[in-house]
């Protein structure tokens, strides 16, 4: 059964760079037809995509964040990650990782989740 | 970007009620939309994908419909275990964007 987890330091001080994992078990990463992505909640809030990535390389990003964040693979490892540079307040979501299906575009699997506070 | 326009807000329902909540797309995007389900201290489950098919392991009581610009997602008979907030996400040109939710609360 294929899960997710992401992993992270839970405070990040402001102007610095949050730094994520998320760990795939029970399925490979590099499997073509799936995409890999971050998904953010502000708590009390909605839900905002982050980025993408395929096993290959390709990513692809939400382009009101694009600035400031990078997605990475790493096959080996069976891993992919997220850096946000910059953070604030505005920035104190939880983070969340999640498979998307190739075909329809959607979050088909996700990991439960990780709180990220930007606080001195 | 394409805007998602999700209502109503929050919604108060009684057990077997029929329920309708609606997402709006500021353009159109065909069928390449979702909906989901979260709880409280959850991720969000994925109920009906491609606008209208019915993810595995979800009840039938759950369908959508639509294309375009505006969608719709249906509970035929609302369950105690339904009260939750709902989301709409839609994909087109490798970018993805979810609605702002529809809290389900128990009347």
């Known amino acids: 059964q294929l899960q997710l987890h992401e992993s992270g330091p839970g405070v990040v001080k402001p102007s610095e760079t949050l730094s994520l994992t998320c760990t795939v078990s029970g399925g490979s990463i590099s499997n073509s037809f799936y995409y890999w992505g971050w998904i953010r909640q502000t708590p009390g809030k909605g839900l905002e995509w982050i980025a993408n990535i395929h096993y290959s390389g390709s990513t692809y990003y939400n382009s009101s964040l694009k600035s400031r964040v990078t997605i990475s693979v790493d096959t080996s490892k069976n891993q992919f990650a997220l850096k946000v540079r910059s953070v604030t307040a505005a920035d104190t979501s939880v983070y969340y990782c999640?498979?998307?299906?190739?075909?329809?575009?959607?979050?088909?699997?996700w990991g439960q989740g990780t709180l990220v506070t930007v606080s001195s | 970007d394409i805007q998602m326009t999700q209502s109503p807000s929050t919604l108060s329902a009684s057990v077997g009620d029929r329920v309708t909540i609606t997402c709006r797309a500021s353009?159109?995007?065909?069928?390449?939309l979702a909906w989901y389900q979260q709880k409280p201290g959850q991720a969000p489950k994925l109920l009906i994908y491609?606008?209208?098919s019915l993810q595995s392991g979800v009840p039938s009581r759950f369908s959508g419909s639509g294309s375009g610009t505006e969608f719709t997602l249906i509970i035929s008979s609302l369950q105690p275990d339904d009260f939750a907030t709902y989301y709409c996400q839609l994909y087109k040109s490798y970018s993805w964007t979810f609605g702002q939710g529809t809290k389900v609360e128990i009347k």
């Open positions: 999640a498979r998307l299906d190739g075909d329809y575009g959607v979050c088909d699997h």
């Open positions: 491609k606008a209208s």
């Open positions: 353009q159109d995007i065909s069928r390449w």
